[in-house]
C-alpha cells in the first residue's frame, strides 16, 4: 500500500515537472514567434514553422551538452533557454550566463542571409548615426525593420546629455562578416543586426583576461544608453558573464515581457 502510494506521488510529481517544462518552453517559443511576425508564423512539438512553409528542428536531440558545446552547436531550444534581465538590475551575471550568445546559425542564417555568400550587404541600409553629434552613415540590415530600430535608438540617444550620448560614438562598427573569437560561430555583426558603440569607453572580457569574469563584470556605459537600445529591441553585451560592453544585438524575442524570467528547462525528446 505504502508503495503504491509512494509511486502515485512520484508520477504526479514528474507530471508536474514536465507541465510546467512544457508551459516554459511554449512561454519561450510564442515570445519568438511575436518577435519576427514577418517571418514565423508558429511552431508544433516538432518544428517551428516559417511564413514561407520551412520548418526547422526545434530540438537536436540532445539536450546535455557542455556549455561550450552549446555555444557553437546550439539548437533553436537551446538559443532560447537563458532568460535576459531587461532593465537596470545591477545583477553580476553567474558563470556561463551568456543570455543570446547562443545562436542557432540556421536560424539567423534564413532570417539575415548567410554573409560568406554575399546574401547580407544586400540588405543593408544607410543610417545617420547620432545625427546632431556626429552625423555619418552606419549600415544596418533592412530586415525585420532593424534599420527604423536603430534609426529610433540614434535619435533617442542624441537627445541624452552630451557626457552620456559621448559613450554612443564614433562607433566601433556595425556589419562585418566575421566569427567571434571564442566560439567561432558567426557574430551577430555578421547578419548586420549589431552595433558597437565607442569602443574607447568600453570593456571587453578579453582584454582584462578571463580572470575578471570571477571578478564580476567590469561596465562604463551609463544605464541609459542600455535602456533606450533595449526599448527598441536591442540586448546589451554588458550583461554577459563574457561581457562585451560596446556590443548591442537585435534580439527582441529575448526583451518580450510575458517570456519565462527564469532559465527554460525543455522537455526531454522522447517526449516530443
Ligand atoms: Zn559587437
Known amino acids: 500500500m505504502c508503495a503504491r502510494l509512494l509511486l502515485s506521488l512520484i508520477w504526479l510529481a514528474l507530471a508536474g515537472l514536465w507541465g510546467s517544462t512544457a508551459a516554459g518552453e511554449r512561454a519561450a517559443l510564442d515570445a519568438l514567434v511575436r518577435a519576427y511576425p514577418d517571418q514565423l508564423v508558429g511552431y508544433d512539438s516538432v518544428d517551428l514553422i516559417w511564413r514561407d512553409g520551412t520548418r526547422m528542428q ?26 535576459y534581465p531587461a532593465g537596470a538590475t545591477g545583477a553580476v551575471p553567474g558563470p556561463d550566463d551568456d543570455p543570446g550568445r547562443i545562436r542557432n546559425r540556421a536560424f539567423f542564417d534564413k532570417m539575415y542571409g548567410d554573409c560568406w555568400k554575399g546574401e547580407v550587404s544586400l540588405r543593408l541600409v544607410p543610417v545617420v548615426w547620432l545625427p546632431r553629434s556626429w552625423g555619418r552613415s552606419i549600415r544596418i540590415t533592412s530586415v525585420n525593420g532593424v534599420a527604423e530600430h536603430i534609426a529610433a535608438v540614434s535619435e533617442e540617444l542624441d537627445a541624452l546629455p552630451d557626457a552620456v550620448k559621448r ?58 544608453i542600455v535602456a533606450v537600445f533595449e526599448r527598441h529591441g536591442f540586448i546589451w553585451g554588458g550583461k554577459w558573464s563574457h561581457y562585451d560592453t560596446m556590443h548591442f544585438e537585435y534580439r527582441p524575442e529575448l526583451l518580450d515581457g510575458d517570456r519565462p524570467r527564469e532559465s527554460v528547462s525543455f522537455q526531454p525528446a522522447a517526449q516530443r
Open 58 to 83: 526545434l530540438s537536436d536531440g540532445r539536450p546535455v551538452k557542455s556549455f561550450a558545446e552549446t555555444l557553437r552547436h546550439g539548437s533553436l531550444l537551446d538559443q532560447l533557454r537563458l532568460p
Open 167 to 224: 559613450y554612443a560614438y564614433p562607433p566601433a562598427g556595425t556589419y562585418n562578416c566575421r566569427t567571434v573569437a571564442d566560439t567561432g560561430g558567426p557574430s551577430m555583426h555578421s547578419w548586420g543586426v549589431a552595433i558597437d558603440i565607442n569602443a574607447a569607453r568600453a570593456d571587453y572580457w578579453l582584454w582584462h583576461g578571463s580572470g575578471v569574469i570571477d571578478a564580476g563584470l567590469v561596465n562604463r556605459i551609463p544605464p541609459e
